[in-house]
């Protein structure tokens, strides 16, 4: 199933040119992006309201009844549907709410927030009052269920699984500690530390619940921001230029192989920054200016939500006019990859996918000529050519070999006199 989505979502290949940078609105803070990246979500500051953005503007959502502000925290796959917080006119306190095609659902918990929905928009996950305790909640519909604790007395989740079946987050423990916590099946587990004792939590699940991300202190009590999978909490590490700072990781992409946060440094100055399997962290701002789009002037002070692609990237910060407010970039390729078919053109296929060592790159030319086969990381680079040379027509078969390459996504990428072609596959170790 990964594959089958990854397949269409990177059809259209990948080139070095961002698709785009756009604002989304003064004072529209960008709280997350939906998984196929056509949609961001959030709340505007004034007037105080949640709101839904796509490539065709601005929705205000207003608020629920009974409600003077709201903010909208998770989307569906598609971005249909919605979950997030409202603050009620008559107690002050919040209502986690669904917000389906214009209308409002109050889920209707004392001091609700659902900060996480499934891929169909049936599940959500978050926190509520039970027994008046704060704990992590899981809503299947309109039934609500308390997730329990580490120990302690409160816990709250800010992930889920697509199919709703993972959640994660922060729990006390008995000494009433935040701990990073995964819960499945109905059992929670502490995820550990990176060796130090202060606050740690869980903010993001890969869409199998393979992966966590999070941020956790290292036996320096520094905040970094971590990976965790198969029982292993993994230390992301610092990046270039940032060895000090406080390191957030807030979502992940699908697979797991690509990881957004944010890093504070002792200027007091947040940076979006960006992890991949194959690179480790670079700053936002650098993956924009690499792929030729022009940042003059933006500040990008944090990311807040990823496309299960990982190329697509909302956030907040501000613009070239200095106004803070939200923002939406891809690394998506503004063109399709593959030529009309007003003549004949190469056909290319990649396999098996996933694969674990080897594959076989099968590849169909129209006509002699030069051909390129490359592969390709999700950031545009190049980590391996498979072919640079003259073919002649017709069907071609190339031995594919992945040792010295991480596990993650990758793209094929041929150019030939027929045009170009890209095909995603995943290496699965």
Do not use: K
């Not at 596990?407 to 045009?419: A, C, F, K, N, T």
């Amino acid at each position: 199933m990964l594959c089958r989505l990854l397949a269409l979502s990177l059809l259209t290949g990948l080139t070095v040119q961002a698709q785009s940078l756009e604002w989304v609105g003064d004072g529209a803070l960008v709280e997350a992006v939906s998984a196929d990246g056509s949609v961001a979500m959030g709340r505007l500051t004034s007037p105080a309201q949640a709101f839904r953005w796509t490539a065709a503007g601005l929705e205000l959502l207003g608020n629920p009844p009974g409600a003077f502000t709201s903010r909208a925290l998770d989307a569906s796959a598609d971005g249909s549907v919605l979950v997030g917080a409202a603050q009620l006119t008559a107690t002050g306190g919040s209502d986690a709410f669904r917000w389906t095609e214009g209308d409002y659902q109050l889920l209707g918990l004392p001091n609700g927030t659902a900060s996480s929905i499934s891929a169909d928009g049936t599940v959500a996950a978050g926190q509520a009052l039970f027994d008046g305790r704060g704990r992590a909640t899981r809503w299947v519909g309109e039934t609500a269920a308390s997730l329990g604790t580490l120990g302690g007395d409160f816990s709250s989740a800010t992930g889920l699984s697509a199919d709703g079946s993972v959640v994660v987050g922060g729990a006390f423990d008995i000494t009433g500690t935040l701990r990073p916590f995964r819960w499945e099946n109905g059992t929670m587990i502490d995820l550990g530390t990176l060796g130090g004792t202060g606050l740690a939590r869980a903010y993001a699940v890969s869409s199998d619940g393979r992966v966590v991300v999070g941020s956790a202190p290292d036996a320096s009590e520094r905040v970094r921001a971590f990976r965790w999978e198969a029982g292993s909490m993994v230390d992301l590490g610092p990046a270039p230029g940032y060895p000090d700072g406080e390191y957030l990781a807030v979502d992940v992409s699908a697979d797991g192989s690509v990881v957004a946060g944010s890093y504070g440094g002792a200027d007091g100055v947040e940076r979006a920054i960006v992890w991949q399997q194959s690179v480790g962290w670079r700053p936002l701002r650098d993956l924009l200016t690499d792929a030729g789009l022009d940042v003059s002037g933006w500040t990008f002070a944090g990311i807040t939500g990823i496309s299960d692609d990982g190329l697509v990237f909302g956030g907040q910060g501000r613009n070239p006019s200095g106004v803070f407010g939200g923002w939406v970039a891809s690394l998506r390729p503004s063109t399709p990859a593959e030529p009309a078919p007003a003549r004949a053109s190469p056909r290319l296929t990649v396999g098996p996918n996933p694969m674990t060592t080897a594959g076989t790159v099968r590849l169909t030319v129209p006509q002699a000529g030069p051909v390129q086969v490359r592969v390709v990381d999700l950031l545009g680079r190049t980590v391996s050519v498979v072919l640079d040379g003259a073919v002649a027509a017709g069907d071609h078969a190339l031995s594919l070999h992945t040792s010295g390459l991480a596990q993650g996504v990758y793209l094929i990428r041929v150019e030939s006199p027929g045009g170009v072609l890209v095909r995603p596959f995943v290496l699965a170790r």
